[in-house]
T-cell receptor
Framework: ETGVTQSPTHLIKTRGQQVTLRCSSQ?????VSWYQQALGQGPQFIFQ???????GRGNFPPRFSGLQFPNYSSELNVNALELDDSALYLC???????????FGPGTRLTVT | GQNIDQPTEMTATEGAIVQINCTYQ??????LFWYQQHAGEAPTFLSY????GLEEKGRFSSFLSRSKGYSYLLLKELQMKDSASYLC???????????????FGKGTKLSVIP
């Protein structure tokens, strides 16, 4: 157990809908990164939040957006869902001086 | 850009030794990570190499050659519970605020058989 929690565990949405995924970081960690992992692939970096600001973004369209709150928990929002958005969404928390990222159990999103 | 290549699948026998290779191309280098991911679970950290050479941690060792853009993960005395995907990952070449934003390879699925 890493202390990183994510909700919900599983989610089924219809194409065109919007979804919000949540992540609570490990105590003392002020950096949260989000990754998308398609079946049989490695995780792909979506974006990172550091002290409530977006601190870097991968090759994902603007319909992927996020927030980080003062308690360092975070949300990932995806608008206008597409079938290819079906994946495991992982959040990872870390301290700014540490190199190790601690991953949560993920949210499995299915878009039909 | 960054590119990582690792074998898709490997099979090894319980009690044996297996080496999982990873080659990478990056603009700049800030180390290389190995993560283990059991099916349906989150990745867990195994190792982080910044300098050339072999680092041993119990049954797992990780090797890095920066000049060759090459790393391997060595698993000794294989156990059934080692059946998992092993992910090689690199951070961006430039440093910045916050922690590393990793580029992962596709992972190597290791099956340990009796």
């Amino acid at each position: 157990e890493t202390g990183v929690t994510q909700s919900p565990t599983h989610l089924i949405k219809t194409r065109g809908q919007q979804v919000t995924l949540r992540c609570s970081s490990q105590s003392g960690h002020n950096t949260v990164s989000w990754y998308q992992q398609a079946l049989g692939q490695g995780p792909q970096f979506i974006f990172q939040y550091y002290r409530e600001e977006e601190n870097g973004r991968g090759n994902f369209p603007p319909r992927f957006s996020g927030l980080q709150f003062p308690n360092y928990s975070s949300e990932l929002n995806v608008n206008a869902l597409e079938l290819d958005d079906s994946a495991l969404y992982l959040c990872a928390s870390s301290s700014p001086t540490g190199y190790e990222q601690y991953f949560g159990p993920g949210t499995r999103l299915t878009v039909t | 850009g960054q590119n990582i290549d690792q074998p898709t699948e490997m099979t090894a026998t319980e009690g044996a030794i297996v080496q999982i290779n990873c080659t990478y191309q990056t603009s700049g280098f800030n180390g290389l990570f190995w993560y283990q991911q059991h099916a349906g679970e989150a990745p867990t950290f195994l190792s982080y190499n910044v300098l050339d050479g072999l680092e041993e941690k119990g049954r797992f060792s990780s090797f890095l050659s920066r000049s060759k853009g090459y790393s391997y993960l060595l698993l000794k005395e294989l156990q059934m519970k080692d059946s998992a995907s092993y992910l090689c990952a690199v951070p961006p070449g430039r440093s910045g605020a916050g922690s590393y934003q990793l580029t992962f390879g596709k992972g190597t699925k290791l099956s340990v058989i009796p």
